[in-house]
């Protein structure tokens, strides 16, 4: 059954469970939050989105009372009527848990991983509720099962390592409302989780929610989310909040630059459309500039914005937005514009050639004292092909296989069987053991910029050593060519000397970018490359690599490995969908998206959540129960059927065909495709 989330306005006579009044908060000089004022009524959902450093989580741990290093310099914050930062710390232990709860980013880092998670939950309700064991143990089967995980008797006993992301941040839950609190904070629940396990745990979040009158404060970059989660929305930009309404109407008719910024960098799962990244980034907080906190970056920005205090004007009912101009966001910022279809790729020679792909690793063994390990069967027959000049993206749940593809075509790993052709040349060997120009050829950009780059190099030695190394190039002539990739990639020469630490998540990516392309290769590994970024920085370094690709003298391919449909939609040209190892279904990218056939490529895309696609979002028919089967012992046939919500029964236990839908368009499936159409239909 689906849950209506009902936008519920506070009412004068409803005293709010949270108000946050004019909140100042510094770090040293740095003015982290600067007279923030909010309100969150009963049982009412407030989305607070922003950029990385807009001080999202400063006003979370504020409303907690976690301000070890942070000094209040103005105004208070009202919790259940009474005020936070006068309570003491004997009182702040009172009211955490029994009227305030916070659910954190990374489920692991909020639990001790030598404990038990039933007896942690246990001994917080113990300490804090006075129960003794036998009723506190009551209490947390109870917990267990409000959360929807099974057999909550044999989940208390399990470690936190022993359980999957989804489960963990489940048990944050349990913990969280063991003490049924009045204001819930999530800070980004989902962040990190596949979409799929996204969607399961915002759907029990709103049935708490329904069922308890719990009033919810939600930080996310998350826009999707925010629109499907949430009644009112702030948006808070270096500090600032700088528009404030409801839900629909913030994110369909939004008023501040800013906003409309945010909404526009939003990859979308419905059409493919030019994303734009917001210009420059958030100004230094130990010098704040006079006038509006964003005129650096504002293409509306005229004198008037850059002096004075910008107030806080009202639109409409409850939306009111912080900029002088917010009559002409409507008029002169249109929303992004479609993207410009792409010439199509079917008549180009193949680049890379994957034929029967496997790869099998050894598991742990079952006890310390076995010998025998079970085989983990990473990938088990892969076959796809990359064009010229062509982006083809690999999606799929985490432990699907996606990276272990990736990771043996950039030569890092060797297969089990199989064959990958490259420029019709076999290139299964590990990249040590290839020649110099598949070397070149092939090359890898991480997902994690931070780690990919050498921490004791300067970006000039870090962008250079692949000149060096393929291309000979030494003094003069290796630094114009560095300068000249540098530039490509919107960076400059003041950057030549600056060591990692100094540059921002965004820049270091654009390095690692920059690297990658350095010696002019024919294939780019993309694993994950924006999913440690902000949607406006993951915009850009989108759009970035698009007209690399454009521009490249090579046709570079790339071959894209995410998790992220919203992306995909994008930039590739085509997609394989990836489930244990196999490749399910595979197609190009709007045929996949506008009519995917596969029901593990269908229950992908409606878990996606999206503004103004919350129907979609909330088809609960469609979810995904439970974690990927054990690659050490996958289910026998289909191996989508322990999972699959269209299951037909034991035939599904048998190896599926290979269907064709169009040319170049098949997937493996017992259901016929005119029967999978009737049902995606009737659902």
């Known amino acids: 059954?689906?849950?209506?989330?009902?936008?519920?306005?506070?009412?004068?006579?409803?005293?709010?469970?949270?108000?946050?009044?004019?909140?100042?908060?510094?770090?040293?000089?740095?003015?982290?939050?600067?007279?923030?004022?909010?309100?969150?009524?009963?049982?009412?959902?407030?989305?607070?989105?922003?950029?990385?450093?807009?001080?999202?989580?400063?006003?979370?741990?504020?409303?907690?009372?976690?301000?070890?290093?942070?000094?209040?310099?103005?105004?208070?914050?009202?919790?259940?009527?009474?005020?936070?930062f006068a309570m003491g710390e004997r009182g702040l232990e009172a009211v955490r848990g029994s009227v305030v709860s916070m659910v954190f980013q990374d489920p692991m880092n909020a639990l001790n991983p030598s404990i038990r998670v039933g007896e942690q939950i246990a001994e917080g309700i113990r300490r804090h509720a006075g129960l003794d064991r036998r009723a506190a143990r009551k209490r947390t089967l109870e917990l267990i099962g409000l959360v929807n995980l099974p057999d909550p008797e044999a989940i208390t006993l399990r470690y936190?390592?022993?359980?999957?992301?989804?489960?963990?941040?489940?048990?944050?839950?349990?913990?969280?409302?063991?003490?049924?609190?009045?204001?819930?904070?999530?800070?980004?629940?989902?962040?990190?989780?596949?979409?799929?396990?996204?969607?399961?745990?915002?759907?029990?979040?709103?049935?708490?929610k329904a069922r308890s009158n719990v009033a919810l404060l939600f930080i996310s970059h998350n826009l999707g989310v925010v629109a499907r989660m949430c009644d009112r929305v702030g948006v808070l930009y270096a500090g600032t909040l700088v528009e404030e309404g409801r839900t629909d109407d913030l994110l369909q008719r939004p008023h501040h630059p800013?906003?409309?910024?945010?909404?526009?960098?939003?990859?979308?799962?419905?059409?493919?459309?030019?994303?734009?990244?917001?210009?420059?980034?958030?100004?230094?907080?130990?010098?704040?500039?006079?006038?509006?906190?964003?005129?650096?970056?504002?293409?509306?920005?005229?004198?008037?914005?850059?002096?004075?205090?910008?107030?806080?004007?009202?639109?409409?009912p409850g939306h009111s937005s912080r900029c002088l101009r917010w009559r002409s966001c409507a008029t002169e910022l249109a929303p992004a514009r479609p993207a410009v279809p792409r010439a199509s790729l079917?008549?180009?020679?193949?680049?890379?050639?994957?034929?029967?792909?496997?790869?099998?690793?050894?598991?742990?063994?079952?006890?310390?004292?076995?010998?025998?390990?079970?085989?983990?069967?990473?990938?088990?027959?892969?076959?796809?092909?990359?064009?010229?000049?062509?982006?083809?993206?690999?999606?799929?749940?985490?432990?699907?296989?996606k990276s272990t593809f990736g990771r043996l075509v950039a030569g890092l790993d060797r297969p089990g069987g199989g064959r990958i052709l490259f420029d019709g040349r076999d290139i299964s060997a590990l990249a040590r053991a290839r020649g110099r120009d598949d070397q070149r050829d092939v090359q890898f950009v991480f997902q994690n910029p931070h780690s990919a780059l050498n921490p004791h190099h300067s970006v000039e030695a870090i962008i250079g050593r692949p000149l060096r190394l393929y291309l000979g190039l030494r003094g003069r002539a290796l630094r114009e060519r560095v300068l000249e990739i540098l530039t490509a990639v919107r960076l400059g020469e003041r950057y030549l000397t600056r060591a990692p630490r100094e540059l921002s998540g965004g820049e270091k990516q654009r390095v690692c970018i920059a690297r990658a392309f350095a010696a002019n290769p024919k294939l780019v590994i993309c694993d994950e490359p924006t999913s440690a970024l902000d949607i406006s920085v993951q915009a850009a370094i989108l759009q970035e690599l698009r007209r690399l690709q454009r521009e490249s003298e090579n046709q570079t391919s790339y071959l894209f490995i995410t998790h992220d449909l919203g992306v995909v939609r994008q930039i590739a040209d085509r997609v394989a969908v990836m489930y244990l190892g196999e490749i399910v279904e595979f197609g190009e990218t709007a045929d996949i998206f506008t009519a995917p056939q596969h029901p593990y490529t269908e229950a992908l895309l409606a878990a996606v959540p999206e503004i103004g696609r919350a129907e979609q979002a909330n088809r609960r028919d469609m979810r995904l129960e439970g974690p990927l089967p054990k690659p050490t012992n996958p289910p026998t046939g289909c191996g989508f059927h322990t999972r699959c919500p269209r299951v037909l029964g034991p035939l599904c236990e048998t190896m599926p065909p290979k269907q064709s839908k169009a040319e170049g368009h098949w997937l493996k499936c017992h259901i016929p495709i005119a029967q999978l159409r009737r049902l995606q239909e009737s659902g």
């Not at 989804?166 to 980004?188: C, H, S």
């Not at 008037?304 to 806080?312: A, K, L, N, T």
């Open 1 to 84: 059954m689906t849950i209506a989330m009902i936008p519920m306005p506070i009412a004068a006579r409803v005293a709010p469970t949270l108000a946050v009044e004019g909140l100042s908060i510094d770090y040293g000089p740095v003015q982290a939050v600067r007279n923030v004022s909010l309100a969150i009524a009963p049982g009412e959902a407030y989305g607070l989105i922003g950029e990385s450093g807009s001080g999202k989580s400063t006003v979370a741990y504020a409303v907690m009372g976690y301000l070890n290093s942070g000094r209040v310099s103005g105004g208070r914050v009202v919790l259940n009527g009474a005020d936070v």
């Open 346 to 401: 079917a008549g180009m020679a193949p680049r890379l050639e994957v034929a029967d792909l496997t790869r099998d690793f050894p598991g742990a063994p079952l006890f310390p004292f076995f010998r025998s390990r079970p085989v983990v069967q990473a990938l088990r027959g892969v076959s796809l092909d990359v064009r010229e000049g062509e982006t083809v993206a690999i999606v799929g749940e985490s432990g699907s296989g």
């Open 258 to 316: 800013y906003t409309r910024g945010l909404i526009d960098a939003m990859p979308s799962v419905t059409a493919a459309r030019e994303m734009v990244g917001i210009p420059g980034r958030l100004p230094d907080l130990a010098q704040v500039p006079d006038g509006c906190i964003f005129q650096d970056r504002c293409v509306l920005a005229t004198a008037d914005c850059r002096h004075g205090v910008i107030p806080m004007e009202t639109i409409g």
């Open 160 to 208: 936190p390592h022993q359980l999957s992301g989804g489960q963990l941040q489940r048990i944050v839950i349990a913990m969280a409302l063991a003490l049924e609190p009045k204001l819930l904070v999530l800070d980004e629940p989902t962040t990190g989780l596949d979409v799929t396990t996204e969607a399961v745990i915002l759907d029990l979040i709103a049935d708490i």
